[in-house]
């Protein structure tokens, strides 16, 4: 079966520190990855999507990057956190290469609170 | 420019009483439909989704929404919501060249018991 797996649940992290957010997805290969945002009392937001290995495409600047190391990884990350970057981030995959309106599937999120 | 908008940003009902969730859609071409569900705690959940054919789709729990282009609406009903309906309701769309959802900006239902 299809699963993704996304940590951690829950990240407190200094401004100015480094961020590292990992999502894997099992059971499925070359899958669209995507990372979504959910800032507090707002909808979600793409901030990342990814077809391919290597391949990374970027809906809003900001001073997040991400990185796709392996065909099933997704990895956000930041070099220096900044307080508007906490949120609720959320990694989801889309089976399969070729897209067809298939539906998403949204791992359990990351809390992410930068103090 | 790709967009969705949810009007109703909180919406609180009593239990069994009818529920509407309007969703508006800007995109050229043609689109897929979604509304995804996030109970408190739990991650984003597909409730239905439309692609084509009968504009009226049946999704999960009893839910439903209806497809009318000439309104670009997307609008999520329930005939009669319970507790267990509180949650957050998102509206998405993507072009059916792709699957970049554009997910609305949700909205927080209360259901009193």
């Known amino acids: 079966s299809q699963t993704i797996h996304q940590w951690p649940a829950t990240l407190v992290q200094p401004v100015g520190s480094p961020l590292s957010l990992e999502c894997t997805v099992e059971?499925?290969?070359?899958?669209?990855l995507y990372w979504y945002r959910q800032a507090a009392g707002r909808g979600l937001q793409l901030l990342f999507y990814s077809v391919g290995i290597g391949q990374i495409s970027s809906e809003v600047p900001q001073n997040l990057s991400a990185s796709r190391p392996q065909d099933r990884q997704f990895i956000l990350s930041s070099k220096k956190l900044l307080l508007s970057d906490s949120g609720f981030y959320l990694c989801?995959?889309?089976?399969?290469?070729?897209?067809?309106?298939?539906?998403?599937?949204f791992g359990n999120g990351t809390r992410l609170t930068v103090t | 420019a790709q967009s969705v908008s949810q009007h109703n940003h909180h919406v609180i009902l009593s239990e069994a009483a009818s529920l509407e969730l309007g969703c508006n859609y800007s995109?050229?071409?043609?689109?897929?439909l979604f509304w995804y569900v996030q109970y408190p705690g739990q991650h984003l959940q597909l409730l239905l989704k439309?692609?084509?054919?009968?504009?009226l789709v049946k999704g999960i729990k009893g839910f439903e929404a209806e497809f009318i282009k000439s309104k670009f609406s997307f609008n999520l009903r329930k005939p009669s919501v319970q507790w267990s309906d509180t949650a957050e309701y998102f509206c998405a769309a993507a072009n059916n060249a792709g699957n970049m959802l554009t997910f609305g900006g949700g909205t927080r239902l209360m259901v009193k018991p």
């Open positions: 995109y050229g071409g043609t689109v897929n």
């Open positions: 989801a995959f889309e089976p399969g290469h070729i897209s067809s309106g298939s539906p998403l599937h």
């Open positions: 059971g499925t290969s070359n899958p669209n």
């Open positions: 439309y692609f084509s054919g009968d504009p």
